[in-house]
């Protein structure tokens, strides 16, 4: 008998989580080994079940898909990572692909070809979503610097000037400065305005 894939699902909505491990339990080759619901427990999991490929959703409580892969791909080089998600952005699928993910499919896809694609990675192929490729190679990359997207993270809360610079150990002048880059490059008028562009983006 052929070794079945060996998948770890992270996803934080329990009934899709549910019911992506039935569907995928139902391919022959496949078997989903760990579940989790939070991005931090993700490399954890990987480590104890040691699965073939991980399935990763983006927006995850504790780290993101995103972050994740990059941790996988350091510390469990051998696990191949698929990103499966809802927010389809070309911002999301290049910094998946700078993580290491192999893989980056939307959610709307029929699970036949999520099998296929978790097949494909296994082997070494890189599979990608048609229509994001073509909308990321069109939108180029982040026009953000690592540090002015650090400070609309930052101040996503809310947080003034004062508690960001605290946050990220900078003084408020440079916080200042970072943050109205960040809104020049975006076309937006504030720094809410800036982190919700940046978002739709997928630059963070």
Known sequence: MTARVRVLLAEDQGMMRGALALLLGMEPDLEVVAQ??????????????RPDVAL????????????AAAAL????????????TTFGRPGYLRRAMEAGAAGFLVKD???EE???SIRKVLRGDTVIDPALAAAALSAG???????EADALRASADGATVADVAERLHLSESTVRNYLSSAIGKT?????????????R????
Request: charged letters at 25%; glycine letters at 8%.
């Open 187 to 199: 076309g937006t008028r504030n720094r809410a305005e800036a982190w919700r562009e940046a978002r």
């Open 141 to 147: 990359p982040s026009p953000l610097t690592a540090r």
């Open 73 to 84: 791909r350091d510390q469990v080089p051998r696990c191949r990572v698929l990103i499966l």
């Open 56 to 67: 990763l959703d983006i927006e995850l409580p504790g780290m993101s898909g995103l972050d």
């Open 36 to 49: 989790v619901a939070a991005g931090d427990a993700i490399v954890d999991a990987a480590l104890a079940h």
């Open 114 to 116: 999520l099998a296929e």
């Open 201 to 204: 983006q997928g630059w963070l």
């Open 109 to 111: 896809g029929p699970v």
